[in-house]
C-alpha cells in the first residue's frame, strides 16, 4: 500500500523533480568545487584540519581540479614568446641559410606574424585578435588597408626571383604578398585577400581588385559586398574564408598550387604561424610519405606551434629580423618597398560612378601620392559602416557555439 502515493504522481511532476534534483547536484558539486580550488591554493602548512579532510573526502575532485590547473600551465607556457639570444638566432640562421642552398623545391607557408611589423597584429600572439576575444576585450576594427609590405615580404619576393622559394602558401588576407610583386602564379592565398571582390555568376569567375578593404559589410556566412559586377551586374562577394568556412574559389585561394608545391616540396619553412590551422591541411604536409622521405620543417616563431617535435630546426626570432640575417647570410639584397612598383594599381578594376559611396573605407593613395579629392569628399559622406573580416568570423562562430551550449 506504501507504493501506492507514488502512482498518483504526473509524469510531469516527475520530471520536474528529476530536473530539480539535477540542478541541487550541479551545485553542490560546484560549491565541493570551489572549495577544493580554495583549498589547493594554499600551502599545505597552512590548511586547516577541517581543509585536509575535505580534501581527503572529495579525493575524485581535487584529481580533477589538479588535472585542470596542469592543462591551464601547459596552455600557458605554450602562449608564452620565446626569444633565442642573438649569437643562437645568427647559428641557427646559418643552418637555415644552408638549406636554402641545398633545397630543390622550397615552399614557404606565411602566418599573421609576417606582418606584424606593418601595424597588423596576430592572432594568437599576446596581444593577438584571437587572444584578446577570449579574454572577453573588444578589438577595434582598424583599416588595414594602410598596412605596406614588411621587410620579410620583400625578402621573399626577392628568394622567389631568385628562384631559391618555389611557392608562397599565406593565410593572411591582408594581400600585402600581392603587393610587395610576387607573382600570383607562385602564390596561394588560402584564406583569400581584401582587396579582391569576384563575381561568381560569371564564367570564369570574375575578379575586381580594388584599391580599399571590400570586405566593411561581409562576415561569417555573408560574403555580399553591396557592389554589382561590371560585365554582369550580378552580386559580387569577397574571397574572405571565416574560421569554420571552407574556401571554394580558385583565386585567389589557389588551392591546387599549393597542393602541388607541397607534393613537391623538400624543404617547407614556416613564418610567423603558429601552425594552428595550417595542421588542418593534410595536403600541406605530406604525412601520407614515409617519415624519411617528408619535406623537412623548418619553423620561425615566436610562441610553441604543433609541428615543433617535427622541425629540422625552430627559431625564436621575429621574421623581419631572422630574414634579415637570412638575406645577408645568402648575399642577396633586400629591395625596399616601391608604391611605384605596386602591381595592385595595374590590376585595379575602378568603381563606376554610382559605386564610389558603397564604402567608407580609406582608399590606397596612388603612385605619384595624389589622392582624388572629389573621391575622398564623397566618401567623407558616406555613412561609417562598422565591420570588415578581422576578427567576425571568430566571434560570430563563438557566440553561436555559446548559445548551443546554453540550450
Not at 602548512?45 to 573526502?57: D, I, T
Not at 559605386?355 to 593613395?365: G, P, Q
Not at 579629392?373 to 559622406?381: G, P
Request: hydrophobic share 35%; glycine share 6%; with cysteine.
Amino acid at each position: 500500500m506504501e507504493g501506492l502515493p507514488d502512482r498518483n504522481i504526473s509524469p510531469r511532476a516527475k520530471r520536474k523533480a528529476l530536473e530539480k534534483a539535477k540542478i541541487v547536484q550541479r551545485e553542490r558539486d560546484r560549491t565541493i568545487f570551489r572549495l577544493v580550488g580554495r583549498v589547493l591554493k594554499k600551502p599545505e602548512a597552512e590548511r586547516s584540519k577541517e581543509e585536509a579532510a575535505a580534501l581527503l573526502q572529495h579525493r575524485e575532485t581535487v584529481d580533477e581540479v589538479s588535472k585542470r590547473q596542469i592543462r591551464r600551465n601547459v596552455l600557458k607556457r605554450k602562449q608564452e614568446e620565446v626569444f633565442d639570444d642573438a649569437d643562437e638566432i645568427k647559428h641557427k640562421v646559418k643552418h637555415l641559410a644552408e638549406a636554402f642552398r641545398e633545397a630543390k623545391h622550397l615552399v614557404v607557408y606565411t602566418g599573421a606574424g609576417i606582418s606584424t611589423a606593418a601595424s597588423i597584429p596576430d592572432y594568437r600572439g599576446p596581444n593577438g585578435v584571437w587572444t584578446q576575444l577570449q579574454k572577453g576585450r573588444t578589438i577595434s576594427s582598424s583599416d588595414l588597408s594602410k598596412a605596406e609590405p614588411t621587410l620579410t615580404h620583400m625578402s621573399i619576393r626577392m628568394l622567389h626571383k631568385e628562384k631559391l622559394v618555389k611557392h608562397v602558401v599565406s593565410q593572411n588576407c591582408d594581400g600585402l604578398h600581392l603587393r610587395s610583386g610576387l607573382p600570383r602564379h607562385a602564390l596561394s592565398e588560402l584564406h583569400g585577400n581584401m582587396f579582391i571582390e569576384v563575381c561568381t555568376t560569371c564564367s570564369p569567375v570574375r575578379e575586381h581588385v580594388r584599391l580599399f578593404d571590400v570586405t566593411e559589410r561581409t562576415s561569417l556566412h555573408r560574403h555580399a559586398t553591396g557592389r554589382r559586377c561590371s560585365h554582369c551586374g550580378a552580386e559580387l562577394r569577397d574571397t574572405i574564408v571565416h574560421f569554420g568556412e571552407r574556401g571554394t574559389l580558385e583565386q585567389p585561394l589557389n588551392w591546387k598550387g599549393a597542393a602541388e608545391a607541397a607534393k613537391k616540396a623538400d624543404v617547407i619553412l614556416c613564418l610567423g604561424s603558429s601552425l594552428k590551422v595550417l595542421k588542418k591541411y593534410a595536403c600541406l604536409w605530406s604525412m601520407n610519405r614515409p617519415v624519411n622521405k617528408r619535406p623537412k620543417l623548418y619553423i620561425v616563431n615566436l610562441q610553441w606551434t604543433p609541428k615543433d617535435d617535427l622541425a629540422v630546426l625552430k627559431i625564436h626570432g621575429k621574421c623581419d629580423d631572422v630574414m634579415s640575417l637570412l638575406m645577408e647570410e645568402l648575399n642577396i639584397q633586400i629591395p625596399d618597398y616601391d608604391r611605384a612598383q605596386d602591381p595592385i594599381f595595374s590590376l585595379e578594376t575602378p568603381l563606376r560612378p554610382e559605386e564610389v559611396k558603397s564604402h567608407s573605407r580609406e582608399v590606397l593613395a596612388s603612385p605619384e601620392g595624389q589622392d582624388d579629392v572629389e573621391a575622398a569628399e564623397q566618401l567623407e559622406e558616406a555613412p561609417s559602416v562598422q565591420g570588415g573580416w578581422f576578427g567576425r568570423g571568430y566571434s560570430k562562430g563563438r557566440g553561436k557555439k555559446r548559445k548551443k551550449l546554453h540550450t
